[in-house]
């Protein structure tokens, strides 16, 4: 479908808005260790407890994604729009509860609550993307999104630099969380005529397309391929920046460097997010791409750790962040085309984002404990193993999937079909 409201300016108003509600995310995550000490002192807590408290809003998502998923895909826009604008209003409540609390237990308890109540602006973007871009711009859509995380981790560091402590950062999540909430129920919504465009007419003799559909997208080989390699994206970069202080002031480069190399860093996944899905708008494939940038990310990330302290160190660990940062937004992009697979249908893509968001929600919980547990401070093996994900990622995202770009196989014929139809796509 490609209507006039699809095809107006509109789109890339609500692209903003998933943007900054996942950007506002990963803010209200990092803000915590951006003021590490005061939020220790405050909150009486050691480094594991910051490290919990800094990545327990994407709990929640493991839990409660495809339910949430399943739950839009039955009730339809309204709902997605009204009903899920109310739960970022309930997030919002508990994140202002923070500013206000000086108890760690009490603390968890309203982070992990607003992370769940703020579930819709990461359940969803599959499904809202696919549904206001064009395949041959998802793509870029995506890309552009998927730069959203890496941009809330660079402005919460960036934040000491303008806020006047820990009290004002709070606030200024409280703030975040408030203005999503109201952009959502004002601008929400999809395109005009969506709903009736995936609902066969009554006089086609066919039944209303069946919503939720788990078990029909539980059984998709190609979802669980997409989920592995989000699985991947999500935790590598967190993972080397739990490592990254340690392991290069081990290879001697200085503290005020390191600091450095946490904003170089992640200035990289901005602009390799975008970057790759831009050429995979421009080429109207996505494997290629994928494989490429994974390939690059893999020899980038570990040549930094291998070369002498230098420039280099810096050179390469830019192009490590450029390289890995594909995987996420092309992965996102391939969600809403999965139907093109004949796997499951258009109308169970809230549960394909549910699902995808699962996997991200369990990813940077349980690979960057396990690989500290195993690997402990022996930081030539962490990176030999993050070298080693980027490459499966690769594999994955660039070999196994199907290829869904505008330009394969399954686009070309999906199209053809439509133009016997008579409907442009």
Known sequence: MQDASRASGQRWIILCLLVFGTATLTYSNIVFASWAIEAMERFSMDQMQLTAVSSLMLLPGAFFSVALGSFFDARGPRAMRFAGGAMLCVATAFVAVRVFTDSYAVLMVVTFLAGAFFLPTQVLPAKMIEAWFPHRQMGLAMGIYGSAAALGIMVSFASGAVLSGLDAALGSCAACYGITALAWLALGRMPDGWQAARTPAADEGAASPKAGGVGRVARSRTMWLLMACTLISASGPLLLNTYMVNAYAWKGVSLAAIGSMGVLYNLSLVVGAIAAGSLATRLGRYNGVC?????????????????????????????????????????????????????????NVGVAGGMNNTAMGIGPFVIPTAVAWACGNDYLAVFIVLAAGFVVMGVIGGVLLPELGEKGKLAQAAKSAASADGKEI
């Open 291 to 347: 494989l490429g940038f994974c390939l690059v990310g893999a020899a980038g990330t570990l040549l930094s750790f291998l070369v002498p302290a230098s420039v280099l160190t810096f050179v390469f660990l830019f192009v490590g962040g450029f390289g890995c940062a594909a995987a996420q937004p092309l992965g996102f992009a391939r969600v809403g085309l999965i139907p093109l697979t004949g796997e499951f249908g258009v109308e």
